[in-house]
């Protein structure tokens, strides 16, 4: 049985027998934007049953190009977020790259990421950790899933048990990734939460050029397959324009069609969780 744990007190774990979503904005744009994205997402989600974190970056540090938009830095970002947790009350997500951005961050969200790039950089890890708040390591592109137990005992080194392994794809020649379901279950293992980032596992890195390229219609397809495996959260970029987007255009879904989306997931969770309770297991320990 997977930990229950908490962003905010949001439950988020096999015990709580619902979906968690984890999904705005790829960059946090304006207050606007992000309240705009937040509330549909909030009550989407309350209609269906399913838990929500709001996610937005403040800053994009891992952009392809130089000349590529970042986002709003530090302290206006900070702002978006926590209008966003003052004025919705939801539990709010977003990256952190460097050490000295934590203290800060951990003041308004109740969620801190560890981007895929940065999922070995022990002292930021531990700085996150320490922090206290829940934190959602993506699963570098580079790494195979049964090393992802090494970042796992690194926040629990510091007595910290809020912790997520998130999936996003495998390197795959170039310019392209690859979902391994195996992955989950591996993940799953380890005895805490595992969430599927279904917009940037097709994403096909640095594939037009300056930016990232991907294939946006293949988002129900790795969604329909992570659910069926089983995970406790599905991570989601979504935006009311994507193709106007200052980020990752090519691969977050149109906002209008979310519901639908969650909808679907949502059923096809429940198939899987009744199916395990037939055969006297946990739903989501089917993979394991």
Not at 8 to 31: H, K, N, W
Not at 142 to 156: H, I, Q
Not at 168 to 175: A, H, V
């Amino acid at each position: 049985m997977t930990r229950i744990v908490f962003a905010g007190d949001l439950q988020i774990g096999a015990a709580t027998e619902r979906l968690a979503i984890i999904a705005g904005p790829c960059m946090a744009e304006s207050a606007e934007l992000c309240l705009r994205v937040a509330e549909r997402c909030r009550d989407i989600c309350a209609r269906l049953g399913l838990g929500y974190v709001f996610k937005a970056s403040f800053d994009k540090a891992n952009r392809t190009s130089v000349n590529s938009q970042r986002g709003p830095g530090l302290e206006a970002g900070l702002d978006m977020l926590q209008k966003v947790r003052r004025e919705l009350m939801v539990p709010v997500c977003t990256d952190v790259h460097e050490t000295w951005q934590v203290e800060h961050v951990a003041r308004v969200a109740d969620m801190l990421q560890i981007p895929a790039f940065l999922c070995r950089q022990t002292d930021l890890i531990l700085a996150c950790a320490r922090s206290g708040r829940c934190v959602n390591i993506k699963k570098g592109q580079f790494m195979a899933p049964w090393d992802m137990r090494n970042a796992v005992e690194k926040v629990v080194s510091v007595g910290n048990h809020n912790v997520i392994l998130t999936e996003r794809g495998t390197s795959f020649g170039y310019n392209a990734l690859v979902f391994d379901p195996c992955s989950l279950a591996f993940m799953r293992s380890f005895g805490y939460p595992v969430c599927m980032d279904i917009t940037h596992a097709v994403q096909q890195p640095g594939g037009a050029g300056a930016v990232s390229g991907g294939r946006r219609e293949m988002v129900p397809t790795i969604a329909r397959a992570a659910t069926a495996v089983g995970v406790d959260a599905l991570f989601i970029e979504t935006h009311p324009d994507p193709e106007r987007a200052l980020s990752d255009s090519a691969t977050m879904i149109p906002l209008d069609e979310l519901e639908g989306l969650l909808r679907l997931v949502r059923d096809l969770d429940a198939v899987v969780r009744r199916g395990a309770s037939e055969t006297g297991g946990s739903a989501r320990e089917m993979a394991n």
